[in-house]
């Protein structure tokens, strides 16, 4: 059976903190995993948002159980 660490508690104490370690794990995964190919495409420079943020986004939405893209997308702006 596991056991849990004390050690390794973050406690998020806003759901903006949330956001940014989320932002934080999933860029590392990102970088980890995503193949080459997705990373270095054409026109990577020129986009507004990384793919990172992107994904947090799209998550974080869905975590706090908004329906609505644009509902979401002007409360993240």
């Keep these: 059976m596991l056991k849990f660490q004390n050690n390794n508690t973050t406690v998020i104490a806003t759901f903006k903190d ?3 370690i989320g932002y934080v794990i999933i860029d590392n995964l990102y970088h980890q995993f995503a193949p080459p190919q997705v990373i270095n495409r054409r026109y990577v420079l020129d986009a507004k948002l ?13 975590l706090a159980g908004i329906d609505s893209e644009n509902v979401w997308f002007s409360f993240v702006r």
């Design 50 to 62: 990384s793919d990172s943020e992107i994904i947090t986004i799209s998550i974080c939405g869905g």
């Design 18 to 20: 949330f956001i940014l």
